[in-house]
């Protein structure tokens, strides 16, 4: 039975909103709980769809120790203020000082930037690093949103990211990290190949719902996945997180450098390849609603898609409201 730290620290920053998120937002209970710490984590996550619910139930029932350490997430918002960044990683460290551990389990949500850092994880990792010291296996889940880093991949022994997007397998994603932790903790290692790509994926064009694009390159990366290379991954990033590191990743890894860099150079051949389905169209206002006169479409939705506040747009814009009002029109 090994002994496994569990810890929690999320945020999808949206760098164009003109919020800061201060330590208060972390703190209180939203749509998932507020900052927790200690035992009270496993009661505040218990049977949730999040990574760090599918990690600690399926290593409790392999029969490993779980050691709850802290566990926050903030809504969508605005850079993270640098005072609770670094209030929350001083509670963390503070949590590992001297703690006995075979590996910890990080819940990451991997495009935190804060008002100093663009790469507030690789950050994280790199002092958390500093205290429990470079041998002990470090597994972290990821968001589909997530910003790939050299430094993340340097400090941690796999990352495994979201397959879903709107995302339905946060638990299910815990798990494979854990599958992953258990293989590390039986001696195996696995070498990590990772490529970033120049381009930004527009969300809209993010959703796995449908077959073209980003569904076939789920599927495609599962298909290049083998007991020997566990994990093959497409993950798209998050462009309202504006930094050098922005746009797509791809990463994998297996037991042997080569396989992990073959399953690198493929998936990112099937990606090259269909990188004009990415390039959807998106409508102005007065574009949307001259498409849609004269036709009897039922229902329609207009969306900013800029303003969504899922991420982490303020909600205050007001520009289909006004082409609605200048057109006059009805039932709206």
């Keep these: 039975m090994a002994r496994i730290g569990v810890l929690g620290f999320l945020h999808e920053t949206n760098t164009f909103a003109p919020d800061i998120t201060g330590l208060d937002r972390f703190e209180e209970a939203d749509a998932w709980p507020g900052l927790t710490e200690g035992d009270a984590l496993f009661e505040a996550t218990r049977d949730m769809n999040l990574a760090v619910s599918g990690f600690i139930a399926a290593m409790q029932a392999a029969g490993h120790e779980i050691v709850p350490l802290l566990w926050c997430s903030a809504n969508p918002s605005g850079p993270v203020a640098d005072a609770a960044f670094e209030t929350i990683t001083a509670r963390i460290e503070t949590h590992l000082q001297g703690l006995p551990l075979d590996g910890l389990f990080l819940d990451l949500h991997g495009s935190m930037v804060t008002q100093s850092l663009d790469d507030a994880e690789g950050e994280l990792l790199r002092r958390l690093r500093a205290v429990t010291g470079p041998a002990l296996p470090y597994v972290a889940a990821l968001d589909f949103h997530a910003i790939i880093t050299q430094a993340m991949v340097d400090q941690t022994q796999a990352m495994v990211a979201y397959h879903s997007y709107p995302h339905v397998d946060m638990a299910e994603t815990g798990a494979r990290a854990a599958r992953m932790m258990q293989r590390l903790l039986a001696g195996e290692t696995f070498f990590a190949a990772w490529r970033k790509l120049d381009f930004l994926v527009s969300m809209p064009w993010q959703s796995t719902l449908g077959d073209e694009p980003a569904g076939a390159l789920m ?38 450098p080569a396989r992990a860099t073959h399953a690198v150079q493929m998936l990112v051949q099937a990606i090259e390849a269909r990188r004009t389905a990415f390039s959807g169209r998106l409508y102005a ?42 057109r006059h029109t009805r039932h709206a």
């Excluded at 290049?224 to 990743?249: A, K, N, R, W, Y």
């Excluded at 329609?300 to 303020?314: E, R």
């Design 219 to 256: 599927a495609a990366a599962r298909a290049l996945e083998t007991e020997d290379c566990p994990e093959v991954q497409f993950i798209p990033g998050f462009p309202l997180s504006d930094t050098p590191e922005s746009g797509p990743g791809v990463l994998a890894y297996a037991r042997v």
């Design 285 to 326: 206002p007065d574009e949307a609603l001259d498409a849609l006169a004269g036709r009897d479409t039922g229902r329609t939705i207009l969306a900013d898609t800029q303003d969504n506040p899922g991420g982490g747009g303020a909600g205050d814009t007001t520009g289909v409201l006004r082409a609605l009002l200048r």
